[in-house]
Nanobody, 122 residues
Framework: QLQLVESGGGLVQPGGSLRLSCTASGFTLNNYAIGWFRQAPGKEREGVACTRSSSGSTNYADSVEGRFTISSDNAKNTVYLLMNALKVEDTAVYYC???????????????WGQGTQVTVSS
């Protein structure tokens, strides 16, 4: 059974930080491209960051560049998304995904977690 499980979401004030985790079971994340995506109510799913840990490649959406950092820990089979300087506009359900092809387009990815809610509010 191939699964991705996100954790770390919650409620945070604007300007705060949150670290999301995505842990794989049934396969090794290092063999895949991994992406973080988010979806706010009524909006399309948006790619925010992606990585291919085997090569160290990373990409970020313009909206999060300089604030979010994607990283991986192969020993833990886990990918992280560190979110700093959070804005109200960052409120969304955040998903991690794994796929063969690297990029910020959600259609590139084959395996998806169930998502974790991030709410930025004062």
């Amino acid at each position: 059974q191939l699964q991705l499980v996100e954790s770390g979401g919650g409620l945070v004030q604007p300007g705060g930080s949150l670290r999301l985790s995505c842990t794989a079971s049934g396969f090794t994340l290092n063999n895949y491209a991994i992406g973080w995506f988010r979806q706010a109510p009524g909006k399309e799913r948006e790619g925010v960051a992606c990585t291919r840990s085997s090569s160290g490649s990373t990409n970020y959406a313009d909206s999060v560049e300089g604030r979010f950092t994607i990283s991986s820990d192969n020993a833990k089979n886990t990918v992280y998304l560190l979110m700093n300087a959070l804005k109200v506009e960052d409120t969304a359900v955040y998903y991690c995904a794994a796929g063969r092809y690297y990029g910020l387009g959600y259609r590139l990815y084959d395996y998806w977690g169930q998502g974790t809610q991030v709410t930025v509010s004062s």
